[in-house]
């Protein structure tokens, strides 16, 4: 048999073997290159098939063949340069620049006319049940400028993709119709823009400027609550623009009517369109992003791995961005995949708090998590419902407090530095063997990072 008979009857076998999907994914795109020796060269598209079919499927793969052919005694995976081109330069550039620089290089890539970053583009968006409404409406904006919803508001918390899908909304209308004037602007530089212009005599400037853009995209625009001077100019450009046609994308935090101190005639104007939010992702969708997120990066990540993050990062998109970032630093240091206890260890990190906590209050949120009277974690007592939660007390205070071991030991009745180091060590350890345990850490820490 040729390399193509013998590929295609091997797959017949292995079809009935795998799930559809599993099928799809996986052997999609792979062919025999070459067979010598007894040994089948098998091309493989990406770095995470390889991974795949090496470790879940090679004993099938293996049988089958021999099934059909004796003398095939072992199977070689290659990544093939012809369905995959971008991996193999990126393997080049990757030796000759870091790919960080590059990515960073390209951020910095914002056009001047417009403002707009050209990384955010409906391309690069993954769309899920959490965000298709959303990028529907910011689709057909795209599409239809002026007409189709005006003004446009989407609302949605931090991190979960707002800014991306309004500066796509502004790129799509630029590829389309180039001439269009667009500008993308955040509602804090909008602020500052007026204000200097005030203070300079230049209102009139300022006010010709905005009402001449065919698309004004303003982000986050909740930040002009409780601005009376730019409220009033805004919903002054606001009306010039809608009403010579001009679309109006808006972004925030919260919908129009959760908006503290906003000025009525601008909250009936944001409600006077088509309003609509993105919420949390999903775990599919997460993982869906992180796959994206993913490409041309298959050397430092595998399945295992991404779907690891996605499972326990939940907050937000730049979150995942980050762990995946952190991962791949990481691997770029020590030269080799991490184990998925070290992926542990690398998203608590990530998940730890950026606020600074006293002392006092991650030994409240500890007492308050475990149901606990905070007083019984200072005393003496060996009980097994409070010998743990004094643990994590005292791991916390170490990892977040940057608590010395003698003060740590101290603060729970005067005991000594070892038991703190013994306590540290305990949790820490028990932290890379439970993912469960880590989302109770992660639950405490909530306790204590969004109450002030
Ligand atoms: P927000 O403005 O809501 O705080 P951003 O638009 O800044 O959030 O998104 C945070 C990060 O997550 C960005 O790097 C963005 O590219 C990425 N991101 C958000 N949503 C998506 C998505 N649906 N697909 C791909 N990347 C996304
Ligand atoms: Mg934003």
């Known amino acids: 048999m040729n390399n193509e008979e013998l590929w295609q009857a091997t797959l017949a076998e292995l079809e009935v073997l795998v799930s559809k999907a599993n099928f799809i994914t996986w052997f999609q795109n792979t062919s025999i290159t070459a067979q010598q020796n007894g040994m089948v060269v098998l091309n493989v598209p990406n770095a995470f098939a390889k991974e795949w079919l090496e470790c879940k499927y090679h004993k099938f793969i293996l049988k089958a063949l021999r099934s059909l052919s004796p003398e095939v005694r072992n199977v070689e995976y290659i990544i093939s340069s012809q369905t995959q081109p971008l991996l193999q330069k990126n393997k080049f550039t990757q030796v000759m620049i870091p790919h960080e620089e590059q990515l960073e290089f390209k951020e910095f890539l914002i056009d001047r006319e417009t403002n707009l970053n050209p990384r955010y583009t409906f391309d690069s968006f993954v769309v899920g049940p959490f965000n298709e409404l959303a990028h529907a409406a910011a689709l057909a904006v795209s599409k239809n400028p002026g007409v189709a919803y005006n003004p446009l508001f989407i609302y949605g918390g931090v991190g979960l993709g707002k800014t991306h899908l309004l500066e796509a909304v502004g790129n799509e209308i630029k590829k389309i119709n180039s001439k269009l004037k667009v500008r993308y602007i955040s509602s804090e530089r909008f602020t500052n823009e007026l204000i200097s212009s005030i203070q300079n005599n230049e209102t009139s400037f300022f006010k010709e400027k905005y009402r001449s853009y065919d698309c004004l995209i303003l982000d986050d625009v909740q930040f002009i609550a409780g601005k009376i001077k730019t409220q009033e100019e805004f919903f002054h450009i606001f009306n010039a623009l809608y009403e010579s046609g001009k679309q109006v994308v808006f972004s925030s935090d919260k919908p129009p009517h959760a908006i503290p101190e906003l000025e009525e005639r601008l909250r009936s104007r944001f409600a006077g369109g088509v309003i609509t939010d993105i919420g949390q992702p999903e775990y599919e969708s997460r993982l869906a992003i992180l796959k994206s997120k993913a490409e041309g990066k298959e050397n ?26 952190a991962v791949i630093a990481k691997v770029k240091m020590t030269g080799k995949i991490p184990s998925s206890g070290e992926v542990k260890e690398i998203l608590m990190k990530i998940m730890q708090p950026r606020r600074i906590v006293t002392a006092n209050q991650i030994i409240k949120s500890v007492a308050e998590f475990y149901d606990l009277d905070e007083k019984i974690l200072y005393e003496k007592t060996r009980k097994k419902e409070v010998v743990k939660p004094r643990q994590v007390a005292m791991y916390l ?52 990072n969004y109450k002030t």
């Open 300 to 325: 430092y990540v595998n399945m295992e791995i991404l779907e690891f993050i996605a499972l326990n990062i939940q907050k937000n998109i730049r979150e995942l961005e980050g762990a995946l970032n």
């Open 397 to 448: 205070l170490r990892e977040d407090f940057n608590g010395s071991y003698p003060y740590i030991g101290r603060s729970f009745g005067g005991r000594d530095h070892t038991t703190a180091i013994h306590a540290y060590e305990k949790i820490s350890k028990e932290l890379k063997n439970s993912v469960q345990f880590m989302e109770e850490i992660r639950r405490i820490r909530e306790l204590y």
